[in-house]
């Protein structure tokens, strides 16, 4: 069964920084394959965060460039994104997703800017 458990969500200030993790279990983490980051606010669609490939390509949304940091750990099951400057806009429930012939969604992590 395959399972993307999230962590490292919470409540943070205007321009304070998180960190999110996700580790992959029950997926055979070999041949070409993208991780990534999406989210979702309250009213809008699931949106791009970010994404690295196994050749270790990555690809931002233009609203985080510059602000935000994805990363694989050493294991290749698991994959980061480090959240710095962070705006109200920010606000969020963040997916993990893993991507090959088709998509595996996390359960979300729940990112709150407060102003």
């Known amino acids: 069964q395959v399972q993307l458990v999230e962590s490292g969500g919470g409540l943070v200030q205007v321009g304070g920084s998180l960190r999110l993790s996700c580790a992959a279990s029950?997926?055979?983490?070999?041949?070409?394959?993208?991780m990534g980051w999406y989210r979702q606010a309250p009213g809008k669609q699931r949106e791009l965060v970010a994404a690295i490939t196994t050749g270790g390509a990555t690809n931002y949304g233009d609203s985080v460039k510059g602000r935000f940091t994805i990363s694989r750990g050493n294991a290749k099951n698991t994959v980061y994104l480090q959240m710095n400057s962070l705006k109200p806009e920010d606000t969020a429930v963040y997916y993990c997703n893993f991507r090959r012939t088709g998509d595996y969604w996390g359960q979300g992590a729940q990112v709150t800017v407060s102003s």
């Open positions: 029950g997926i055979i983490v070999t041949g070409l394959y993208t």
